[in-house]
């Protein structure tokens, strides 16, 4: 099994730009979620999904961000436009049945706002 | 509101000595679970244990022991005996309904640094 997976593992941008950031979930679990990671905030649920549906998007800081997963194999994290205060480890994660059970979580992606 | 509290930011120890981490939750859910993950300083998150509301037997596993406490809404994390490998930032996390949804709160974590 190839576990979660993210790509780019690191994006270096200038503010305004569009940043878009990628997971491929492990086959076969039906919940994908979104963490970003931040000294000043620690761990924080962004939005997850279950079978490809949002459910709960309200950690989604504001409309500058927006998640998708067209199938169950991928799902995207957009932010547009950047903003430095943005920076910070981007966590997609995975489960069968939710979070009552363990998530396996990608390697992350280190987002760099200039 | 669900809650998880890591009041130790950082512990340091020298290898061989035990260390605990402690973690106090709130919530108002009659049933959640509990977790621990590890991140080494590799940056991944791997999950260490589970338990839920309805099990407060403590568990061993090798170094590693969790004591469960719903009195004091505590789930505590003990390494044996600790080495350098084990230097990482440990995370507790609740997995509650308190937000209408169940969702997967973690604490802020608690850096561990094993000297040799």
């Known amino acids: 099994d190839a576990g979660v997976i993210q790509s780019p593992r690191h994006e270096v941008t200038e503010m305004g730009q569009e940043v878009t950031l990628r997971c491929k979930p492990i086959?076969?679990?039906?919940?994908l979620f979104w963490y970003r990671q931040t000294m000043m905030r620690g761990l924080e649920l962004l939005i997850y999904?279950?079978?490809?549906?949002?459910?709960?998007d309200s950690g989604m800081p504001e409309d500058r961000f927006s998640a998708k997963m067209p199938n169950a194999s991928f799902s995207t994290l957009k932010i547009q436009p950047s903003e430095p205060r943005d920076s910070a480890v981007y966590f997609c994660?995975?489960?069968?049945?939710?979070?009552?059970?363990?998530?396996?979580f990608g390697s992350g992606t280190q987002l760099s706002v200039l | 509101a669900q809650k998880v509290t890591q009041a130790q930011t950082e512990i340091s120890v020298v290898e061989k000595e035990d260390v605990t981490l402690d973690c106090v939750y709130e919530?108002?859910?009659?049933?959640?679970?509990l977790f621990w993950y590890k991140q080494p300083p590799s940056g991944e998150l791997v999950f260490l244990i589970r338990?839920?509301?309805?099990?407060?037997q403590n568990e061993i596993s090798g170094r590693y022991s969790w004591n469960f406490q719903k009195s004091t809404s505590s789930f505590n994390f003990t390494i044996t005996a600790s080495q350098v490998v084990d230097s990482a930032v440990y995370f507790c996390?609740?997995?509650?309904?308190?937000?209408?949804?169940?969702?997967?709160?973690f604490g802020s974590g608690t850096r561990l640094q094993v000297q040799p």
């Open positions: 994660a995975s489960s069968r049945q939710g979070a009552n059970e363990k998530l396996f």
């Open positions: 086959s076969g679990h039906d919940y």
């Open positions: 999904f279950n079978n490809n549906v949002p459910i709960d």
């Open positions: 919530t108002r859910d009659t049933t959640y679970y």
């Open positions: 338990r839920n509301s309805f099990d407060e």
């Open positions: 996390a609740l997995s509650a309904t308190d937000t209408g949804r169940r969702a997967l709160t």
